[in-house]
């Protein structure tokens, strides 16, 4: 399994998970999420609401490339469009490693 979305896996062992829209936004609201991520198959709704819900509250956003299928069997719920990591050492994990990958694949497209 991808190293990138085991860090989501330890986040929810770790109970530093908020899975699914509606728990997102309250952790938001509450000031406890460090990250927010939305799956790449999730509906421009949701993205649109969580980056929306993020920028007011000054957290960091992403869409990342998993699909909610991928997130659902990380976190064990069905396949959620969006998720809040709540720790923020895990969330910069994410974060970075993902960036990195990402410029990786970049680079290898070249």
């Known amino acids: 399994m991808d190293r990138i979305l085991n860090l989501l896996g330890i986040a929810k062992k770790?109970?530093?998970?908020?899975?699914?829209?509606e728990a997102?936004?309250?952790a938001?609201?509450?000031g406890s999420a460090a990250l927010v991520i939305t799956a790449s198959d999730a509906?421009?709704?949701?993205?649109?609401r969580a980056k929306a819900?993020?920028?007011?509250?000054?957290v960091e956003y992403l869409s990342?490339?998993?699909?909610?299928?991928?997130l659902g069997n990380i976190t064990g719920r069905g396949s959620p469009g969006t998720v809040a990591i709540l720790d923020?050492?895990?969330a910069n994990s994410f974060s970075e490693k993902l960036k990195l990958a990402q410029s990786a694949?970049?680079?290898d497209a070249l």
Do not use: C
């Open 14 to 21: 770790a109970g530093k998970l908020a899975i699914g829209s």
């Open 24 to 26: 997102a936004a309250q």
């Open 28 to 30: 938001v609201q509450a």
């Open 43 to 48: 509906s421009d709704g949701s993205k649109r």
């Open 53 to 58: 819900n993020t920028g007011e509250n000054r």
């Open 64 to 70: 990342v490339p998993y699909t909610k299928f991928e």
């Open 88 to 90: 923020k050492g895990l």
């Open 105 to 107: 694949k970049e680079s």
